[in-house]
């Protein structure tokens, strides 16, 4: 499932929900609800997001998981971090500030 992000100054943003979740989460929102971020709350909210880790978050491993891991590929991948998924709101939060208007999201 995916979150759509709205405002009257920029198009739709859409995050799949694991990202969004986790995103929403950095700035104290929850995905679960219908929300919005209010031009005067998104000085705070790109500082949250512009400090989030350029660590990619790995998968705790199962206890319980017995079978064996895939072979790696044969490609080298890049993993990208929570903040350069994070990018495409940022740019979103610009705009909407410099325009006054908020960002709401699962309305």
Known sequence: MAIKFKSQATGDLVMVQA???AVLALLGKSPDEPGILEPS??????????GAS?????????DQDT???PPEPAFAEEPVS??????PLVLMI???QA????IVWGV
């Not at 709350?41 to 512009?50: F, S, Y």
């Not at 350029?54 to 199962?62: G, N």
């Open 54 to 62: 350029d660590e990619v978050q790995k998968p705790a491993p199962d």
């Open 99 to 102: 325009a006054g208007k908020p």
């Open 82 to 87: 929570l903040r350069k998924h994070a990018y």
């Open 67 to 69: 079978h064996e891991d």
């Open 41 to 50: 709350d998104m000085a705070k909210a790109l500082a949250a997001l512009r």
């Open 19 to 21: 990202t969004a979740q």
């Open 94 to 96: 610009e705009r909407a």
